[in-house]
């Protein structure tokens, strides 16, 4: 998978642009594919941050494969650079939440601070959403708590909570995430949301 750009002025017709960012330009953490960009434009800079994985690894590093947070950036959304301190966001150590993945990036720029809202899937195949931190979009300090965790058995959200995107509304966070419960092939996929301030 690689990434490109698309651009239109109703929201409903779309002209694609060329690939932008594509695999087999990057490191060893990115050749198997790319995911998930999220763009941000912040002071005359465009910074894309992107969720990336590795090829199959061998049974000797755990098998199948890793995914990390990845950045490039740009002046004119045409030519792109990525981060030489790329992963930005890398995998936790043995038994973290975000042992396997390190995923789907949504940023969110809040005054000096950057919020690199992200999720995690550990060894036991549980993801949940997490968030980092940072004064500057290439250093980035993960914040030692859950944000959205997995429910209780039989609910909505048992199995993942996990793919997180961020709106900012009447001085409320909306933190939208997909559910799934159950197990493949029954397993039950939707959108949940969890807010920043109690429910009335």
Not at 118 to 139: E, N, S
Not at 158 to 177: D, M, N, W
């Amino acid at each position: 998978a690689v990434i490109g750009l698309c651009w239109g002025r109703d929201l409903m017709n779309w002209e694609l642009g060329d690939v932008i960012l594509r695999p087999e330009e990057g490191a060893d953490w990115e050749q198997g594919g790319l995911y998930k960009p999220c763009l941000v434009e912040h002071a005359g800079t465009y910074y894309l941050f992107y969720n990336a994985k590795t090829k199959s690894l061998p049974k000797t590093q755990g098998g199948g494969w890793r995914e990390q947070i990845g950045l490039a950036t740009s002046r004119d959304l045409k030519h792109w650079t990525r981060c030489q301190c790329n992963p930005i966001i890398v995998n936790g150590p043995p038994g973290s939440w975000d042992e396997r993945f390190a995923s789907d990036p949504c940023v969110v720029l809040d005054g000096g601070r950057w919020a690199v809202f992200y999720y995690g899937l550990d060894r036991k195949g549980v993801a949940r959403d997490l968030l980092a931190l940072g004064r500057d979009p290439f250093h980035m300090e993960k914040v030692k708590r859950i944000l959205v965790d997995v429910g209780p058995p039989g609910s909505i959200d048992s199995t993942y909570a996990h793919k997180p995107s961020i709106v900012y509304h009447q001085g409320a966070l909306y933190h939208f995430y997909c559910a799934v419960s159950g197990r493949w092939p029954r397993e039950v996929r939707g959108i949940s949301v969890a807010r920043s301030v109690p429910w009335n």
